[in-house]
């Protein structure tokens, strides 16, 4: 049986029934109103319950079809209790069946749920005594109870085989971990009949090989001559494609060009990259060559296994080989990634050539055993002999002195040993393959030589990749890069948008190397292909938090929609703006209201829409609404005002970062806008973090709105012996000779008044860039002074003439005088 997914298109489909026989239930719920026909009523109740009856039925079906398919699944599990991967593929389909057993089980659910709601809205039924209902209610109400006695029976159902199944994948796990663990640790007697008898078999395996190559290959050569030279040709096709077309695409990366030492990034890069790229081109190559061949039915199902391990071995062998040598290069020291003589590389790339081919020829060879049915003690000599040459290979990497100290030089053939930590770690790990082997846990041996062998070249790989995107993410370090050329030179890039694309450039180094190794590590460690796949799909569409459950894909398709809404929005708008309201020569406000109400209105849609496909249920926002609105109520108004008014500004953009504004009492620069308060900068560089409330609810001037351009006063006064028109014509004369200020509007002087003491006159003129006003203020100031002094203009200081009026003396009379007298 092939395997299938959770049913994506039924899972809907119980979804719409149940939306429909909602809506059926509405009218039949309004057809009970008075005055409506009774054949009516009895047409839609008729109709109702068949839609019911066939939505039952369908599910009875279901969850009978899943419990013999799980019966099929056990014998199944019986008959195949040792193979590993037709086990994997069983747990992903039993995994699959839980998944529709929770899916049928929300639909039911969610039927229930409005069965009950129906029923609190019709109420119990009357008592004895009470007045009767009509038989229209009575029915619909036996009907509802029912159904939903049916539908919890079916939900009681589903739930015990959802649990039936998750049992079933649990005990399928066991015994995949139970096989795993019996493979590493049996335990075989090392005696001499144990190789006298291997000896044996590998004779008779080595005929047995010759004659049925030799017969399968004299039956496709007489019979099947065409078919072979036709998949052969095929083959070479595709290989020479995948190898022209790989050099076209990435040749700049894999080759190894250009005089001099090339830098670290380049060796790391070229590496990386050669070995990717080559292995991955050989890989696509012999599994070409295999489909080909088992395509044109060249393949005989005992000689396909030994083919296609021969491809696997060939596979290994050559990625170990790219990768080692592109890290020790042997021949080119001056691409070598580690520093050690060119002895201690070549050494290195040959012992460890040799360990990968020696690995791979022990499962090659136990292929060829299990297709020609050898007997078992045969395959556990060769992984016994294949382990104990890698134990030794490791043992005398250890003795070696490969190692150049920083300071020396790279051209010396002496060298030192590792560092101690590292020659104990190749001595006790092979030791241990050996140690394994002796004591006859020769399965955990050839266990742990595979991981040595290709699990250690595959973590280098990582590790490779890692450092490549470490060294190009590094600021400054990737516009020195043949890519960061090219991207300043052909689209002008800057420094800060190459360390933009260097680090986005290193994260997809990290996020490659993992994808592209993590599989491979999961393989190599005893997990199969339909492991791998079903995490895949489960990780894309979907993860469980709880109950919640979450679809990546779900979620990049609502933001793919809700950008597609948004971009619709935004064309919708100009276009209204452009066509309707500008030709209907409408106001600018009345204008300017509607584009911004389109907006709004768009974008709500838009994220409606988006959030919807995300697969997030809306219907749990209202939960969220009533906790708002009981926090706003208890003195979150403040809060939801600036938070409301900060969203404002962000959209409609009354001032922006870098924008000269006034309000009230502060005046400064606007540094930054967030939907809670908004940074301003005084002059005296000191900020002023205002509320987004105060800055809608209050007047805000703002210098530069449209632009940046300002008009400047300066304010002169003169004597009144002063010719006015000398004095506006050297005004103007010096505004003229400063190149910053504008011609159009031209600069004039304004005759402002007669003061107390002085002609007051006012020199105004327009900047493009209000940035440099106090500067060109100042510097008109001093040279206005100056010319006045040279033209003998006087800048009178204020004057007040003082009358003191002093009374006449009181006149004495004389008969006072006389009197005093």
């Given at each position: 049986?092939?395997?299938?997914?959770?049913?994506?298109?039924?899972?809907?489909?119980?979804?719409?029934?149940?939306?429909?026989?909602?809506?059926?239930?509405?009218?039949?719920?309004?057809?009970?109103?008075?005055?409506?026909?009774?054949?009516?009523?009895?047409?839609?109740?008729?109709?109702?319950?068949?839609?019911?009856?066939?939505?039952?039925?369908?599910?009875?079906?279901?969850?009978?079809?899943?419990?013999?398919?799980?019966?099929?699944?056990?014998?199944?599990?019986?008959?195949?209790?040792?193979?590993?991967?037709?086990?994997?593929?069983?747990?992903?389909?039993?995994?699959?069946?839980?998944?529709?057993?929770?899916?049928?089980?929300?639909?039911?659910?969610?039927?229930?749920?409005?069965?009950?709601?129906?029923?609190?809205?019709?109420?119990?039924?009357?008592?004895?005594?009470?007045?009767?209902?009509?038989?229209?209610?009575?029915?619909?109400?036996?009907?509802?109870?029912?159904?939903?006695?049916?539908?919890?029976?079916?939900?009681?159902?589903?739930?015990?085989?959802?649990?039936?199944?998750?049992?079933?994948?649990?005990?399928?796990?066991?015994?995949?971990?139970?096989?795993?663990?019996?493979?590493?640790?049996?335990?075989?007697?090392?005696?001499?009949?144990?190789?006298?008898?291997?000896?044996?078999?590998?004779?008779?395996?080595?005929?047995?090989?010759?004659?049925?190559?030799?017969?399968?290959?004299?039956?496709?050569?007489?019979?099947?001559?065409?078919?072979?030279?036709?998949?052969?040709?095929?083959?070479?096709?595709?290989?020479?494609?995948?190898?022209?077309?790989?050099?076209?695409?990435?040749?700049?990366?894999?080759?190894?060009?250009?005089?001099?030492?090339?830098?670290?990034?380049?060796?790391?890069?070229?590496?990386?990259?050669?070995?990717?790229?080559?292995?991955?081109?050989?890989?696509?190559?012999?599994?070409?060559?295999?489909?080909?061949?088992?395509?044109?039915?060249?393949?005989?199902?005992?000689?396909?296994?030994?083919?296609?391990?021969?491809?696997?071995?060939?596979?290994?062998?050559?990625?170990?080989?790219?990768?080692?040598?592109?890290?020790?290069?042997?021949?080119?020291?001056?691409?070598?990634?580690?520093?050690?003589?060119?002895?201690?590389?070549?050494?290195?790339?040959?012992?460890?050539?040799?360990?990968?081919?020696?690995?791979?020829?022990?499962?090659?060879?136990?292929?060829?055993?299990?297709?020609?049915?050898?007997?078992?003690?045969?395959?556990?000599?060769?992984?016994?002999?294949?382990?104990?040459?890698?134990?030794?290979?490791?043992?005398?990497?250890?003795?070696?002195?490969?190692?150049?100290?920083?300071?020396?030089?790279?051209?010396?053939?002496?060298?030192?040993?590792?560092?101690?930590?590292?020659?104990?770690?190749?001595?006790?790990?092979?030791?241990?393959l050996i140690l394994s082997v002796l004591t006859g846990y020769v399965g955990l041996a050839r266990f742990a030589?595979?991981?040595?062998?290709?699990?250690?070249?595959?973590?280098?790989?990582?590790?490779?990749?890692?450092?490549?995107?470490?060294?190009?993410?590094?600021?400054?370090?990737?516009?020195?890069?043949?890519?960061?050329?090219?991207?300043?030179?052909?689209?002008?890039?800057?420094?800060?948008?190459?360390?933009?694309?260097?680090?986005?450039?290193?994260?997809?180094?990290?996020?490659?190397?993992?994808?592209?190794?993590?599989?491979?590590?999961l393989l190599t460690w005893g997990f199969q292909f339909a492991d791998i796949e079903a995490w895949i799909y489960?990780?894309?569409?979907?993860?469980?938090?709880?109950?919640?459950?979450?679809?990546?894909?779900?979620?990049?398709?609502?933001?793919?929609?809700?950008?597609?809404?948004?971009?619709?929005?935004?064309?919708?708008?100009?276009?209204?703006?452009?066509?309707?309201?500008?030709?209907?020569?409408?106001?600018?406000?009345?204008?300017?209201?509607?584009?911004?109400?389109?907006?709004?209105?768009?974008?709500?849609?838009?994220?409606?829409?988006?959030?919807?496909?995300?697969?997030?249920?809306?219907?749990?926002?209202?939960?969220?609404?009533?906790?708002?609105?009981?926090?706003?109520?208890?003195?979150?108004?403040?809060?939801?005002?600036?938070?409301?008014?900060?969203?404002?500004?962000?959209?409609?953009?009354?001032?922006?970062?870098?924008?000269?504004?006034?309000?009230?009492?502060?005046?400064?620069?606007?540094?930054?806008?967030?939907?809670?308060?908004?940074?301003?900068?005084?002059?005296?560089?000191?900020?002023?973090?205002?509320?987004?409330?105060?800055?809608?609810?209050?007047?805000?001037?703002?210098?530069?709105?449209?632009?940046?351009?300002?008009?400047?006063?300066?304010?002169?006064?003169?004597?009144?012996?002063?010719?006015?028109?000398?004095?506006?014509?050297?005004?103007?004369?010096?505004?003229?000779?400063?190149?910053?200020?504008?011609?159009?509007?031209?600069?004039?002087?304004?005759?402002?008044?007669?003061?107390?003491?002085?002609?007051?006159?006012?020199?105004?003129?327009?900047?493009?860039?209000?940035?440099?006003?106090?500067?060109?203020?100042?510097?008109l100031r001093i040279a206005i002074l100056k010319r006045f002094r040279q033209e003998g203009i006087e800048m009178?200081?204020?004057?007040?003439?003082?009358?003191?009026?002093?009374?006449?003396?009181?006149?004495?009379?004389?008969?006072?005088?006389?009197?005093?007298?």
């Amino acid at each position: 049986m092939g395997r299938f997914h959770p049913d994506q298109n039924s899972r809907s489909r119980w979804h719409q029934r149940a939306v429909i026989l909602a809506l059926l239930l509405a009218v039949l719920h309004s057809s009970l109103l008075p005055g409506a026909p009774a054949f009516a009523q009895a047409l839609q109740q008729v109709e109702a319950q068949e839609t019911v009856d066939s939505i039952n039925a369908e599910m009875r079906d279901k969850v009978d079809a899943i419990r013999t398919q799980l019966e099929a699944f056990r014998n199944r599990i019986d008959s195949a209790p040792r193979d590993d991967a037709r086990l994997a593929e069983l747990r992903v389909e039993v995994d699959n069946i839980v998944s529709q057993m929770r899916a049928a089980s929300d639909a039911m659910r969610a039927r229930v749920e409005q069965i009950q709601a129906r029923l609190q809205q019709i109420g119990e039924a009357p008592k004895e005594g009470q007045t009767e209902e009509a038989p229209a209610v009575v029915q619909e109400r036996q009907k509802l109870i029912a159904e939903q006695s049916q539908l919890n029976l079916i939900s009681d159902d589903a739930a015990a085989l959802a649990n039936n199944a998750t049992q079933l994948a649990t005990y399928i796990t066991n015994l995949r971990r139970s096989l795993f663990t019996q493979t590493l640790f049996r335990h075989t007697e090392l005696t001499g009949s144990l190789f006298t008898d291997a000896g044996n078999a590998f004779v008779t395996e080595v005929k047995n090989f010759g004659s049925t190559f030799g017969s399968w290959f004299t039956f496709v050569w007489k019979f099947k001559k065409w078919q072979l030279l036709g998949a052969i040709a095929l083959s070479i096709a595709a290989g020479l494609l995948f190898l022209s077309g790989g050099y076209r695409l990435f040749g700049r990366f894999i080759r190894r060009n250009g005089s001099g030492d090339p830098t670290y990034i380049k060796r790391l890069s070229v590496t990386f990259w050669s070995t990717v790229i080559q292995t991955a081109s050989i890989a696509a190559f012999l599994l070409a060559s295999y489909l080909f061949l088992d395509g044109f039915n060249v393949l005989r199902s005992d000689v396909a296994s030994i083919v296609a391990t021969f491809f696997g071995f060939i596979w290994l062998v050559s990625f170990v080989w790219k990768l080692s040598n592109g890290i020790l290069s042997p021949n080119e020291p001056h691409w070598r990634l580690v520093r050690i003589t060119d002895r201690g590389a070549r050494f290195l790339m040959v012992a460890v050539l040799m360990m990968a081919i020696v690995n791979g020829l022990d499962y090659f060879l136990a292929a060829i055993s299990e297709a020609l049915g050898s007997p078992l003690v045969l395959t556990i000599v060769k992984s016994l002999i294949a382990s104990l040459v890698v134990g030794a290979i490791l043992i005398a990497i250890s003795f070696i002195k490969p190692r150049i100290r920083e300071g020396e030089s790279d051209v010396t053939d002496v060298g030192h040993p590792w560092p101690r930590f590292f020659a104990i770690l190749l001595r006790v790990v092979g030791g241990l393959l050996i140690l394994s082997v002796l004591t006859g846990y020769v399965g955990l041996a050839r266990f742990a030589s595979t991981q040595v062998v290709l699990t250690g070249a595959v973590f280098v790989l990582i590790y490779l990749g890692f450092l490549s995107g470490k060294a190009v993410s590094k600021q400054g370090a990737f516009r020195n890069t043949g890519a960061g050329r090219r991207l300043a030179e052909r689209y002008r890039f800057g420094e800060v948008a190459l360390d933009q694309a260097g680090l986005a450039a290193g994260l997809s180094f990290y996020a490659f190397a993992l994808i592209l190794g993590v599989p491979l590590i999961l393989l190599t460690w005893g997990f199969q292909f339909a492991d791998i796949e079903a995490w895949i799909y489960r990780f894309f569409t979907e993860i469980r938090i709880g109950n919640v459950s979450i679809s990546l894909v779900g979620i990049f398709g609502g933001i793919v929609l809700f950008g597609i809404g948004f971009v619709i929005t935004r064309w919708v708008q100009k276009w209204v703006d452009g066509n309707v309201l500008a030709r209907s020569q409408v106001d600018v406000g009345v204008r300017n209201s509607v584009k911004t109400g389109i907006g709004y209105l768009g974008i709500c849609l838009a994220i409606i829409i988006g959030v919807s496909a995300a697969g997030i249920n809306l219907s749990s926002f209202a939960l969220v609404a009533s906790a708002l609105s009981v926090g706003i109520g208890f003195g979150l108004q403040n809060i939801v005002s600036n938070f409301v008014s900060g969203l404002i500004l962000l959209v409609e953009r009354p001032f922006k970062v870098g924008d000269y504004v006034v309000t009230g009492t502060t005046e400064g620069t606007v540094k930054r806008i967030s939907v809670r308060a908004t940074e301003i900068e005084t002059s005296r560089m000191q900020s002023i973090i205002m509320p987004n409330s105060e800055l809608i609810n209050s007047p805000v001037g703002n210098w530069t709105h449209r632009n940046r351009m300002q008009r400047s006063e300066i304010p002169v006064s003169v004597s009144y012996d002063s010719d006015p028109q000398k004095v506006m014509d050297v005004l103007l004369e010096l505004v003229a000779e400063i190149p910053e200020v504008m011609r159009n509007p031209e600069p004039h002087v304004e005759f402002l008044r007669f003061g107390a003491s002085s002609l007051d006159f006012e020199l105004r003129f327009h900047l493009a860039d209000m940035g440099v006003g106090m500067r060109i203020r100042n510097d008109l100031r001093i040279a206005i002074l100056k010319r006045f002094r040279q033209e003998g203009i006087e800048m009178p200081f204020p004057q007040q003439e003082i009358v003191i009026h002093r009374p006449k003396p009181a006149l004495v009379e004389d008969d006072d005088v006389r009197g005093g007298a």
